[in-house]
């Protein structure tokens, strides 16, 4: 889900870097705040952190407990659904119990958006460290670091993740904690398309003037990286990482919800989800508020992203740019100019929930400059 | 002509990428899931196993092998076939063999062939459902820009981006067979058995991944569309007095829908690979679902059978996304 | 079957024949004969872009007639709203939110009021438009001759797919694209920038319109090749009698090729008239200052050369005798194997201290690369670069370089005064208050506002950015600067700012030059010797007075021949020249 196309421009002739002012954080702001979807996004975000964050305040609040089991509030002749309507909620249990355990459901969302957000959140943040490392290392480190991590990086692009995830998980012991262990295997699977991103943006941003004029004042491949590479790298690593949130909780969910990621008691939405479909016609609140839950907030995810995308880079929305390489080669031709014609990039779509596919890898990213031939 | 031959050695080098790409992920897995903590002995035996009765398990496996030897009979397994032996009797597994499942010593291959009817069943149905949703809405929205088609359908995409699939099922499944009972609850009927029965019951997984899956290709579509539709070649048309509906249908598309075949090509190798959580939620005898109970009863062979056949089905939609985005876009070739 | 029809009989859809439309309504085109009618009329013709809240007015007020087969040139630098003028003649502006007012009449058809349906009769069969870029300008996806035949078919639904495809071969021959059968069924990035231009002129062709719309149709190409397109668009207007109207920057293009001319800035016409009385004795003290700023490749350099040698002379520390910089025997190749390209091949050049050398070539000839090499951001793959005597092994401050793009050269994401201060905080030995001194300093040096120092790169414009580049290059405090195209991307007149700046610095600091550039003029106007590059080799160089006035090479004698020139009677001649020229070898 939250799947994202970023197809190159034809023409790179336009550096990239280059295009147009630099937003600070001052004119990123200013452009959000034109979007009222987005800040409603952000503001129901805001809303649900905080209440993950004070979750055991809020549960303690309410005088309910996450694990405090409540066999009276389960009727066990209708398999363990809850007493009364709405799924027994009532003053005490405001969203009604868990069936089969009776567990209070407001205290089980609050506690299992805790799970679910950290573990998305977690994952993302080691998918974007692992992918600059791998990407700048790959863009900087010479011819063989880059043959070696460009097609490391392919595999993991290529690979479903939802099927890698899933079979990683059955040769770890069963006792080592789950939400670790999920944050580990999307982190360290997920993290191809962030390593694309930013070796192509550092090849491009390599080849263009600026770099080089570093260089001719003295400064070392360090300084160049860090003032003259990063900086600009923020940006698409930002947008990237706007994507890859939401498409991480659905990708959690996804596990828990097939009995693979989170497990019992600890609650998660999608270890809530997990039971839905045995308990879908007794009992339609429980299956209903978790997943409106989870709807809720990977819609303002995708929609704040998509905002964000805007916001940084209003010229570039919906589009990566790739640039000339390195050293531009000039080829003696017949009284032509030379035009790097880049191609067409699919290469940097989150995956999808079901199949775990990523975006087509189409062609190379490094822009095939095609000298032009002469008649 | 010339082109013809770069195409075609641009093809065959794909291939031959795709096959390498195959051979290393066959090593990864195998080392993943045999050398890494756990006993794969123990765990085919079973939980009641005393040490003896896992060592037999450990020889009959070969497990007791060093590990290249291990990995090299798993080889020729593939291509030739292998023999288990236990005791006295001998089992044999003939090629492609993946191995035996722990839990009903199946050959592995067999298993596969056997969830592969459901699974192509609904990649292929899924497949031709959100091709012509997605590309017709993304269409549709990028050539309505600015009007109130355009944004009924950015909400209705942004909506279905945001609804991960199982969500998307249980609510098929809540409104359309539990509330409205338009539809029986699905239970899959193979094809060749009765092909009515197999439509009707496949209608709502087809639905389910289909809208699912749509939801990106609107978005690939119109972002594509809108792309080529600001490019410079398109002006040139319009100032040449092309009409718009040609200037859509010739250029436009022409330059907008391969990363979306391309992409299409992609997921189709994926789908058949097994959509994991539609299978599941509709009790489709599929791969996916094969997959699923074989982690859960930690049977390893068939975990890393379902897992390389998914990712061959991956790898080789992967090159022919490459080459059909070549074929449309030759620049791509190099010269 | 060459669409040689005579103008008016064969443009379907339109009501053609009715060109008289408002007679004797545009006294300001009093150099053109009030003869029949004109083909395209403006009147008062205003442009306003939406922008932010308000908008801006890109074109005020203009008018002026072109008559059936007459040739007018619009130039102007950029944002001078040419290019919208000639937009607007085929309404391409329908649709994009921008307000036309007052009247745009092409063969009696009102633009501004015309439906869709004349709208489009009008595009590509009366008038039509040759673009700037002709690679972007292509369906990449489409072999050129079926893109042709696909506008015939636009205009005339009865031809028949066959038809149209023989059409489009004879046309493409028509414009000299060799072997015009076999090519038509390439796709545009298979030709040459030339020949790709070539096929967008054949396609404008295709409908025989009466006048053809040329938005910068040379600007991305080669000079060579530039003389080329415009010597086919001449002869295409001589034998056919299609108008033509030419929008550019190059006084020099439009010089050679059309009668009259207009003189735009900020939207409005500043002068008008006749090619030769406007170049030849221009009213105006704005034409004047264009004028001036050009440089010429035919007069030698104003600046008497002995003054700058003294202040080179100065600068102790060099071996008085040896060279400052020094390329031996230079090669350069890129990629491997099959691939493998040489960039530069063999090349040993001198530079003096204090002194200017040129290098100039087309697209392609290995100049940047060979620029790239003397300060050592490429190594050679054979040869050596030495500087003062001993080998260059890399970057030094001593060398710097300045470079094309003001718009990449800069990091958008810095400061100017960062971008400027960085070798001085490399270089470790100043302090924060020091180098922010010394920046302001620098900024000052070279005619900037030393306050500038936290502004960012878009906040300048062209020429003050390329100012910020020649800042940086001076922080280290060189003995040499390379500068790589350094004007190339600026407007005439902010062009000349700059190559003074350079010459004053250069008088100044002692420095020495190297000035790579594909433009003849430039270089002559600022070198001491030239240096002519082809194809990664060096086939003349020499005093730059020698080289120009008696070029030994042929390349050289036919980058020459190429340049265009301010007189119109002088580029006649040339173009005459070159008809002969071109008789022995095949065009492209």
């Known amino acids: 889900?939250?799947?994202?196309?970023?197809?190159?421009?034809?023409?790179?002739?336009?550096?990239?870097?280059?295009?147009?002012?630099?937003?600070?954080?001052?004119?990123?702001?200013?452009?959000?705040?034109?979007?009222?979807?987005?800040?409603?996004?952000?503001?129901?975000?805001?809303?649900?952190?905080?209440?993950?964050?004070?979750?055991?305040?809020?549960?303690?609040?309410?005088?309910?407990?996450?694990?405090?089991?409540?066999?009276?509030?389960?009727?066990?002749?209708?398999?363990?659904?809850?007493?009364?309507?709405?799924?027994?909620?009532?003053?005490?249990?405001?969203?009604?119990?868990?069936?089969?355990?009776?567990?209070?459901?407001?205290?089980?969302?609050?506690?299992?958006?805790?799970?679910?957000?950290?573990?998305?959140?977690?994952?993302?943040?080691?998918?974007?460290?692992?992918?600059?490392?791998?990407g700048l290392t790959a863009a900087l480190g010479g011819r063989w670091a880059d043959r070696l991590l460009s097609r490391v990086t392919d595999v993991m692009v290529a690979l479903p993740m939802l099927v890698l995830a899933i079979a990683l998980t059955t040769v770890v012991p069963g006792d080592f904690p789950r939400p670790l262990l999920l944050v580990l295997v999307m982190g360290l699977l997920g993290w191809g398309g962030v390593s694309r991103v930013v070796r192509a943006r550092t090849m491009a941003l390599r080849g263009l003037d600026f770099v080089a004029a570093a260089r001719l004042g003295g400064s070392g491949r360090l300084r160049v990286a860090r003032r003259e590479l990063l900086p600009s790298l923020a940006a698409p690593v930002l947008t990237y990482a706007a994507i890859l949130l939401p498409s991480n909780i659905v990708l959690e969910a996804s596990l828990s919800f097939l009995g693979i990621g989170v497990k019992p008691p600890t609650p998660s939405w999608g270890q809530l989800l997990s039971t839905a479909t045995t308990w879908y016609r007794a009992d339609p609140a429980y299956v209903l508020l978790p997943s409106g839950l989870l709807f809720v907030t990977v819609l303002a995810f995708t929609v704040l992203g998509d905002a964000v995308r805007a916001a940084l880079d209003p010229r570039e929305a919906s589009r990566l740019r790739v640039g000339t390489r390195g050293e531009r080669a000039e080829r003696p031709l017949e009284g032509g100019e030379s035009v790097h014609v880049g191609t067409r990039l699919a290469g940097s779509g989150a995956k999808s929930a079901d199949t775990g596919t990523r975006l087509p890898r189409t062609g190379a990213e490094s822009p095939v400059p095609h000298e032009e031939k002469a008649p | 002509m010339n082109a013809l031959l770069s195409g075609a050695r641009f093809t065959a080098k794909r291939l031959v990428g795709a096959a390498l790409v195959l051979l290393v992920l066959s090593v990864a897995l195998y080392s993943l899931f045999y050398l890494l903590p756990g006993d794969p002995a123990r765990l085919a035996c079973g939980e009641r196993c005393d040490p003896s009765q896992v060592a037999q398990v450990r020889e009959r496996l070969g497990l007791d092998e060093p590990v290249h030897a291990q990995y090299a009979h798993f080889l020729q397994g593939l291509f030739t076939g292998r023999d288990y032996s236990a005791g006295t009797s001998v089992r044999h597994c003939a090629a492609p063999c993946l191995g035996l499942s722990h839990q009903n010593d199946q050959p592995v291959s067999t298993l596969i062939v056997e969830g592969f009817p459901a699974t192509l069943s609904l990649a292929v149905g899924a497949m031709t459902l959100c091709l012509l949703l997605g590309v017709g809405t993304g269409l549709l929205s990028a050539l309505r820009r600015g009007g109130i088609t355009e944004r009924v359908l950015t909400v209705l995409t942004l909506a279905g981006t945001g609804t991960p699939v199982f969500l998307l099922g249980l609510l098929l499944l809540m409104v359309v067979c539990a509330y409205l009972r338009w539809l029986p609850f699905p239970s899959y009927v193979p094809l060749a058995e009765d092909p009515e029965q197999w439509a009707w019951n496949m209608l709502l997984p087809w639905l389910t991944l289909g809208l699912f899956e749509s939801a990106k290709y609107a978005r690939l579509t119109r972002a594509s569309t809108l792309e080529v539709l600001a490019e410079d070649h398109i002006r040139t048309f319009r100032a040449y007095g092309v009409g718009e509906r040609a200037v859509v249908a010739r250029h436009a598309l022409r330059g907008a829908l391969p990363p979306v075949i391309a992409l299409g090509a992609l997921d189709l190798g994926t789908m058949l690979g097994g959509a994991m959580i539609t299978e599941s939620l509709f009790g489709l005898p599929g791969l996916g679902r094969l997959l699923i109970g074989s982690v859960r009863d930690v049977d390893l062979p068939v975990v890393v059978g379902v897992v390389l056949v998914i990712g061959t089905a991956v790898v080789v939609a992967n090159a022919v996304a490459d080459v059909l985005h070549a074929l449309a876009d030759r620049r791509v070739l190099p010269s | 079957?060459?669409?040689?029809?005579?103008?008016?009989?064969?443009?379907?859809?339109?009501?053609?024949?009715?060109?008289?439309?408002?007679?004797?309504?545009?006294?300001?085109?009093?150099?053109?004969?009030?003869?029949?009618?004109?083909?395209?009329?403006?009147?008062?013709?205003?442009?306003?872009?939406?922008?932010?809240?308000?908008?801006?007015?890109?074109?005020?007020?203009?008018?002026?007639?072109?008559?059936?087969?007459?040739?007018?040139?619009?130039?102007?630098?950029?944002?001078?709203?040419?290019?919208?003028?000639?937009?607007?003649?085929?309404?391409?502006?329908?649709?994009?939110?921008?307000?036309?007012?007052?009247?745009?009449?092409?063969?009696?058809?009102?633009?501004?009021?015309?439906?869709?349906?004349?709208?489009?009769?009008?595009?590509?069969?009366?008038?039509?438009?040759?673009?700037?870029?002709?690679?972007?300008?292509?369906?990449?996806?489409?072999?050129?001759?079926?893109?042709?035949?696909?506008?015939?078919?636009?205009?005339?639904?009865?031809?028949?797919?066959?038809?149209?495809?023989?059409?489009?071969?004879?046309?493409?021959?028509?414009?000299?694209?060799?072997?015009?059968?076999?090519?038509?069924?390439?796709?545009?990035?298979?030709?040459?920038?030339?020949?790709?231009?070539?096929?967008?002129?054949?396609?404008?062709?295709?409908?025989?319109?009466?006048?053809?719309?040329?938005?910068?149709?040379?600007?991305?190409?080669?000079?060579?090749?530039?003389?080329?397109?415009?010597?086919?668009?001449?002869?295409?207007?001589?034998?056919?009698?299609?108008?033509?109207?030419?929008?550019?920057?190059?006084?020099?293009?439009?010089?050679?090729?059309?009668?009259?001319?207009?003189?735009?800035?900020?939207?409005?016409?500043?002068?008008?008239?006749?090619?030769?009385?406007?170049?030849?004795?221009?009213?105006?003290?704005?034409?004047?200052?264009?004028?001036?700023?050009?440089?010429?490749?035919?007069?030698?350099?104003?600046?008497?050369?002995?003054?700058?040698?003294?202040?080179?002379?100065?600068?102790?520390?060099?071996?008085?005798?040896?060279p400052l910089l020094e390329a031996v025997g230079v090669r350069r190749e890129f990629g491997r194997g099959r691939d493998r390209t040489v960039a530069v091949d063999d090349v040993s050049l001198t530079v003096a201290a204090g002194e200017t050398l040129g290098v100039v070539g087309e697209s392609g000839s290995g100049k940047t690369t060979l620029g790239r090499m003397l300060v050592r951001l490429l190594a050679p793959t054979r040869g050596t670069v030495r500087y003062d005597g001993r080998a260059l092994t890399g970057v030094r401050g001593d060398v710097q370089m300045v470079f094309q793009d003001p718009v990449s050269s800069l990091n958008p994401r810095r400061s100017v005064g960062e971008s400027v201060a960085d070798p001085l905080r490399a270089a470790g030995t100043l302090t924060d208050a020091e180098v922010t001194r010394r920046v302001r300093e620098l900024l000052e040096r070279v005619g900037l506002d030393p306050d500038a120092y936290h502004r960012y790169p878009h906040e300048f414009s062209g020429g003050q950015r390329q100012r910020v580049g020649i800042a940086r290059a001076l922080a280290p405090e060189p003995r040499l600067i390379v500068c790589d195209e350094p004007v190339s991307a600026l407007d005439v007149t902010t062009q000349a700012q700059i190559l003074e700046l350079l010459a004053r610095l250069q008088g100044e600091l002692g420095l020495a030059l190297v000035l790579i550039a594909h433009d003849l003029a430039v270089v002559r106007q600022v070198s001491d010797r030239v240096a002519v590059m082809r194809r990664g080799v060096v086939v003349e160089e020499g005093p730059v007075d020698t080289v120009y006035d008696a070029p030994r090479d042929p390349y050289t004698r036919a980058l020459l021949a190429a340049v265009p020139v301010l007189d119109p009677v002088e580029a006649a001649a040339r173009r005459a020249a070159r008809r002969g020229a071109t008789a022995e070898h095949a065009p492209g």
């Open chain 1, 1 to 134: 889900m939250a799947v994202r196309q970023e197809t190159a421009v034809r023409d790179s002739v336009t550096p990239l870097g280059a295009t147009g002012p630099a937003p600070g954080p001052g004119g990123v702001w200013r452009r959000l705040r034109t979007r009222p979807a987005a800040l409603a996004s952000g503001g129901v975000l805001a809303v649900l952190v905080a209440a993950a964050l004070a979750a055991p305040l809020l549960t303690a609040l309410a005088g309910q407990d996450p694990y405090a089991y409540h066999g009276d509030l389960v009727d066990s002749a209708r398999g363990g659904a809850p007493h009364g309507a709405f799924g027994g909620a009532s003053g005490a249990h405001w969203l009604g119990v868990e069936p089969g355990t009776g567990r209070d459901l407001f205290a089980l969302l609050l506690h299992g958006a805790r799970v679910s957000l950290l573990v998305a959140a977690g994952a993302t943040l080691l998918q974007v460290v692992v992918g600059l490392a791998v």
């Open chain 3, 1 to 322: 079957m060459t669409p040689r029809t005579a103008p008016g009989t064969d443009a379907p859809g339109t009501d053609a024949p009715d060109t008289d439309a408002e007679p004797g309504a545009v006294p300001e085109a009093g150099a053109v004969p009030p003869a029949s009618g004109a083909l395209v009329q403006v009147d008062g013709l205003t442009v306003d872009f939406p922008v932010g809240g308000g908008t801006v007015r890109a074109v005020d007020g203009l008018s002026f007639r072109l008559e059936a087969g007459g040739a007018l040139g619009i130039v102007g630098e950029s944002g001078s709203g040419k290019s919208t003028v000639a937009q607007a003649l085929l309404g391409l502006h329908r649709g994009t939110g921008a307000r036309l007012g007052g009247t745009v009449r092409v063969d009696g058809t009102d633009v501004g009021a015309a439906s869709v349906r004349e709208l489009r009769a009008l595009r590509g069969a009366t008038a039509a438009m040759v673009f700037q870029d002709p690679l972007s300008s292509l369906d990449p996806y489409l072999a050129v001759g079926a893109q042709i035949a696909e506008v015939q078919r636009a205009h005339d639904p009865r031809l028949s797919r066959r038809a149209a495809r023989r059409r489009a071969v004879a046309v493409l021959d028509r414009v000299g694209v060799p072997d015009a059968a076999r090519r038509a069924r390439s796709r545009p990035h298979e030709f040459s920038g030339g020949q790709r231009q070539r096929v967008l002129i054949a396609m404008a062709l295709a409908c025989a319109p009466r006048v053809i719309v040329a938005d910068e149709p040379t600007t991305a190409l080669d000079v060579t090749v530039q003389a080329q397109i415009l010597d086919l668009l001449h002869e295409v207007r001589t034998e056919t009698g299609t108008g033509l109207l030419l929008v550019s920057h190059d006084l020099g293009v439009v010089a050679g090729s059309v009668d009259d001319m207009l003189v735009m800035r900020h939207g409005r016409v500043v002068e008008r008239g006749p090619v030769a009385r406007v170049l030849g004795a221009p009213a105006e003290p704005y034409t004047r200052e264009l004028l001036a700023a050009v440089p010429r490749v035919e007069t030698p350099r104003r600046r008497p050369p002995d003054l700058r040698k003294r202040a080179g002379a100065g600068t102790g520390g060099t071996r008085a005798d040896g």
